[in-house]
């Protein structure tokens, strides 16, 4: 019963935060420092590199070629699509994606408590977040082309970095029902959303490190799977704590 209780207080808690903040006066609320161009130019400039090169490339690739984008738990190719496919739909993902960050001080209900903050830290995730997937889509393409011989470790080396990097950003995100470790936990509290952040930011560099070594030392297939179970793992212990977190605040509230 306390458990349900819990969760109706969180629940009403959680609503309660979004209408507070919707019924701001947003004629008080500048966003035009969130919605520029100029704080966004890494990834518009990473867009105009990625479509180039992906073009460049493509011409080296038979239209019959299949193209790699996904691969198993032994770290083996197991879906291709067309090379067309390849080089517009994983750039359209990340034109939507750019798109999104762009427009995110519009929509987020959360972006005028922390404005500084939002501006500061959103176009590193969005560049990173772009880097990562412009680097698959090109080293997908390259294998296509038999420029390169692309194997599952490459794709997790690539995979590491990106935690790494995003685990030095994650401690300084503001509170966003769209990026983050957004649970209903750390949702509920600032607290509780910056310890679970911090701890997140390790875990997550501890991931990619791991990403990167563990299949050169294991050999294949068992240090691409103990790699990913140990992402898999490592990404939990935030999850689970910002649970935990927000138990023992509302313990010590008296709730």
């Known amino acids: 019963m306390d458990t349900i209780s819990d969760s109706q207080n969180l629940q ?27 704080s966004h130019w890494l990834s518009l400039l990473l867009l105009v590199i990625q479509i180039s090169v992906a073009l460049g490339i493509s011409r080296y690739i038979p239209d019959n070629a299949k193209v790699p984008i996904h691969w198993n738990m032994d770290g083996i190719a197991d879906n291709f699509t067309s090379p067309q496919k390849a080089v517009w739909f994983l750039w359209a993902i990340n034109v939507t994606l750019v798109l999104f960050f762009m427009l995110l001080p519009l929509f987020s209900v959360r972006y005028s408590a922390s404005k500084g903050r939002f501006d500061r830290i959103m176009p590193s995730i969005c560049s990173t977040t772009v880097l990562f997937i412009a680097i698959l889509q090109i080293m997908s393409l390259m294998s296509a082309a038999e420029m390169v011989n692309l194997a599952g470790i490459h794709i997790l080396t690539a995979v590491g970095i990106m935690f790494i990097l995003l685990g030095n950003l994650l401690p300084k995100l503001p509170s966003s029902f769209f990026v983050g470790i957004r649970t209903p936990w750390s949702l509920s509290s600032e607290s509780v959303w910056r310890r679970t952040h911090s701890t997140g930011g390790i875990t997550f560099m501890i991931s990619g490190l791991i990403m990167i070594t563990l299949p050169r030392i294991i050999p294949a297939p068992w240090g691409f799977r103990a790699a990913m179970i140990s992402m898999i793992l490592l990404v939990l212990i935030p999850v689970v704590q910002s649970f935990l977190l927000f138990r023992a605040e509302k313990s010590t509230s008296g709730l």
């Open 12 to 38: 009403c808690e959680i609503e309660d935060t979004i209408n507070n903040e919707t019924s701001m006066d947003n004629g008080n609320t500048d966003f035009k420092s969130g919605f520029t161009l100029k």
